[in-house]
């Protein structure tokens, strides 16, 4: 049985995301102890908890410790089946972060996944927007062979969530490795700026107007969908993603999301600040990208590698724990401003 200390590197939820995905995968049963141990709230919040279930229900896994607030699980996973799955986190927990715990599985499913996740929180805080993971994460997953489709049916916010999606995946026998070392040119910038029951005050056009006068200062012009939703009438909110593409096949993203108190110019501002930061930079993925595609390189056969501006705990963690797990190595090298992230053998 693999036995992973939770409390180790970043000691947050995701060596919890990681660890239940790669054991999954390789048809191993882990214990984990010291959930979340680094956090303000240890043990499983509901949407850590949902996220094992969901993981559970993909493979019929055996568990125990599954409840909430607990800092400790059994996790004995089966034969990956697939098929329809449902998922319903209850708050406002990310469903962005359930995703990334449960995509790996469905990949190496038996049959096609279609999962559809309920009552969760599309754009909050601490967690890549919805559309990041569709328009930054998604196409470039497409470029390791990896077809995934992502429908939102209804946007959620703190504190209520009630945010609504499906992806389908379609399962695959191995992935593609990756090299991403040459940024190119920029070849285009788009965004979605997204407001739901806020088009009385133009949320969504202020958000778009600020990034793109912001960028224009700096010498790029982007292309930013307006989004004025509807699709939850509970709870209003607002969030902003920005992409850029270049001609090696990188992409480059960068998001904010509304908050109280919060002016939409200021969701405009911090969204193209950050964009800017990455591709001012010149890597290959952005900081968060960098950390999130850990999983996939581990688990492509072949050496892959690409360039982020900098090294986050996440990153650090999920190697550690890719490396822990699949006994697989990678390296990482300082080369002029950026780091080179490479998988090795």
């Not at 999606?165 to 040459?182: A, G, K, M």
């Not at 108190?261 to 930079?281: D, M, N, R, Y």
């Amino acid at each position: 049985m693999i036995e992973i200390d939770g409390s180790q590197k970043s000691g947050s939820g995701t060596i919890l995301r990681l660890s239940i995905a790669l054991a999954t995968i390789i048809g191993q049963p882990f214990h984990i102890y010291n959930i979340r141990q680094n956090r303000p709230q240890p043990g499983l919040q509901p949407q850590h908890l949902e996220a094992v279930l969901t993981a559970a229900r993909l493979c019929n896994a055996e568990l125990q410790g599954a409840e909430l607030h607990s800092r400790e699980l059994w996790f004995k996973p089966r034969k990956i089946k697939g098929g329809k799955v449902e998922a319903e986190i209850g708050t406002a927990g990310s469903i962005p972060m359930l995703l990334m715990t449960v995509l790996p599985i469905c990949i190496f499913s038996e049959n096609t996944v279609q999962l559809h996740i309920s009552k969760g929180g599309t754009d909050v805080s601490n967690s890549p927007t919805i559309n990041y993971i569709k328009h930054v994460l998604f196409p470039t997953l497409k470029h390791m062979g990896i077809n995934a489709t992502l429908t939102i049916h209804r946007y959620g916010y703190y504190p209520k969530g009630m945010g609504e999606v499906t992806i389908n995946v379609e399962p695959r026998q191995s992935i593609t490795p990756i090299r991403l070392e040459d940024f190119g040119t920029i070849t285009s910038i788009r965004g979605m700026s997204v407001c739901t029951f806020l088009a009385d005050r133009r949320v969504a056009d202020r958000q778009a107007k600020k990034a793109n006068d912001y960028l224009k200062e700096e010498g790029y012009m982007a292309d930013i969908q307006i989004v004025n939703d509807r699709s939850n009438s509970l709870q209003k909110g607002s969030s902003l993603v920005l992409w850029a593409e270049t001609n090696t096949n990188a992409i480059l993203g960068a998001d904010a999301i509304g908050e109280l108190g919060k002016t939409s110019e200021a969701v405009g501002q911090e969204a193209a600040e950050k964009l800017f930061a990455e591709i001012s930079a010149k890597p290959t993925v952005d900081v968060h990208l960098a950390d999130m595609l850990i999983p996939y390189v581990a688990l492509a056969g072949g050496e892959s590698a690409y360039l982020t501006r900098t090294i986050s705990e996440h990153l650090e963690t999920n190697i550690w724990l890719a490396e822990k797990m699949l006994k697989v190595k990678f390296s990482i090298a300082k080369i002029g401003g950026l780091y080179r992230i490479e998988k090795v053998g």
